[in-house]
């Protein structure tokens, strides 16, 4: 069974331009979270999804961040204009249940110039 | 202050070593503890689960949880140099509308053969 895949794996943009990050959780799971890891710093939460719905979206940084998930399979994380400050590495989990354990994919490294 | 602290390291050991990791919190209100393996350029990888107090048991990886401290801890025996990666520690509360994670820093773990 495929683990969740995420694309690109490395991503260098400069700043002000727009990134677009792309999460493909295992199949039949209907929960898919991102989270954020910024240099130094802990892995951070961004939102959930339960399949199409953005079930918490409390750990957004700011509107430049636009989250979606049509028809409940992949979802996207648009960046847009990017700022230095959004450098790092960005997960995405996916879990069959509300409570099941999450599985990590290996991450998207993104850098802004 | 944040929620969950843990020493980021790095914590070198011989090959062979009891190694012991440590998370600490304060939020009463997380239930489920978690311990995380992260590999370079990998996703976290789920590693121990455990639910309220108590000791669990994994071959050579054993997880305390300590409430009324607010401490957690991981402890691996007779270590070995696959061991060596990142180790979070992971949180979340029961019920509520997510089930987000709440991450420590991390520990980077080197066992040397």
């Known amino acids: 069974e495929a683990g969740v895949t995420q694309f690109p794996s490395h991503s260098v943009i400069e700043k002000g331009q727009t990134v677009t990050l792309r999460c493909d959780p295992i199949s039949g799971h209907d929960n898919l979270y991102w989270y954020r890891r910024v240099m130094g710093k802990e892995i951070k939460f961004l939102l959930h999804f339960v399949k199409e719905s953005k079930q918490d979206e409390s750990g957004m940084p700011n509107n430049r961040f636009l989250a979606e998930r049509t028809g409940g399979t992949y979802s996207t994380l648009k960046v847009q204009p990017a700022e230095l400050e959004d450098s790092g590495v960005y997960f995405c989990?996916?879990?069959?249940?509300?409570?099941?354990?999450?599985?990590f994919g290996p991450g998207t490294r993104l850098t802004v110039l | 202050q944040k929620e969950v602290e843990q020493d980021p390291g790095p914590l070198s050991v011989p090959e062979g070593a009891i190694v012991s990791l440590n998370c600490t919190y304060s939020?009463?209100?997380?239930?489920?503890f978690m311990w995380y393996r992260q590999y370079s350029r990998k996703g976290p990888e789920l590693l121990m689960y455990t639910y309220s107090s108590g000791n669990k048991e994994d071959g050579r990886f054993t997880a305390q949880v300590d409430k009324s401290s607010k401490y957690i801890s991981l402890f691996i025996r007779d270590s070995q140099p696959s061991d060596s990666a990142t180790y979070l520690c992971a949180m979340r509360s029961h019920g509520g509308a997510t089930n987000k994670l709440i991450f420590g820093t991390g520990t980077l773990l080197a066992v040397q053969p």
């Open positions: 939020n009463s209100a997380f239930q489920y």
């Open positions: 989990a996916s879990s069959q249940g509300d409570y099941n354990e999450q599985f």
